[in-house]
């Protein structure tokens, strides 16, 4: 059983095009993210839900915009996409806010997104 | 802004061999994680460090965190092929009501058998 997945798994397409990536976590977990990774494997925090609110926006460009419909879920739309969108994005989840103890991040396997 | 900063950037060994990755910052953590992360697929969590100088071991790799909390290691001993892979260190720190999380940007590590 996959705990945390996304789909697709790589997404190409042409700039100015509008793309969705879906994520699910089956691990009861109350908290969400979407991170980018971009091509020097540089990690960074866009979205963080907790049980389908918004609790971190990291001046992400209004294209991006990330939709919950309940805790298991949390996808990724994003609007006229442009070359520096390329990148693998990754939906990650956790049990709770608080990650300073014994939480930890589970992530998916990302999805690569290339923009021609 | 905080910031983190992982050395070496790149690492290329061979089987048997030993080995320390370096995540430092000038800010403090209220805990510092390491990860690795192999092609294709998401980060998965090694270790979380919590208190300054807690030392941690898994198996063949050690963890340590700075007394002052502002920097980690990770020690490998007598590296093996499947070690080979990218290791991130995250920083998370408190904020009003939620830990904010930042990646440092990673040591790739290959370990040639």
């Known amino acids: 059983d996959t705990a945390v997945s996304q789909t697709p798994k790589y997404l190409v397409t042409q700039m100015g095009n509008d793309k969705s990536i879906k994520c699910e976590q089956n691990?009861?977990?109350?908290?969400m993210y979407w991170y980018k990774q971009d091509s020097k494997k540089f990690l960074k925090i866009m979205f963080s839900y907790n049980n389908k609110e918004l609790i971190i926006n990291e001046t992400v460009p209004n294209r991006f915009s990330p939709k919950s419909p309940d805790k298991a879920h949390l996808n990724l739309h994003i609007n006229s996409l442009e070359l520096g969108d390329s990148a693998v994005y990754f939906c990650?989840?956790?049990?709770?806010?608080?990650?300073?103890?014994?939480?930890?991040?589970?992530f998916g396997s990302g999805t690569q997104l290339s923009v021609l | 802004t905080q910031l983190l900063e992982q050395s070496p950037q790149f690492l290329s060994i061979q089987e048997g061999e030993n080995l320390t990755v370096y995540c430092n910052s000038s800010?403090?953590?209220?805990?510092l994680q390491w990860y690795r992360q192999e092609p294709g697929e998401g980060p998965v969590l090694l270790v979380t460090v919590v208190t300054g100088g807690e030392v941690k071991k898994l198996k063949r790799l050690t963890f340590q965190f700075g007394d002052a909390r502002k920097d980690s290691s990770l020690h490998i001993t007598a590296a093996q092929p499947g070690d080979t892979g990218l290791y991130l260190c995250?920083?998370?720190?408190?904020?009003?009501?939620?830990?904010?999380?930042?990646f440092g940007p990673g040591t790739s590590l290959s370990v040639i058998p």
């Open positions: 691990l009861g977990h109350d908290t």
């Open positions: 800010s403090v953590f209220s805990s």
């Open positions: 995250a920083g998370a720190s408190l904020q009003t009501s939620y830990d904010k999380v930042i």
């Open positions: 990650a989840s956790s049990q709770a806010l608080d990650t300073a103890t014994n939480e930890k991040l589970f």
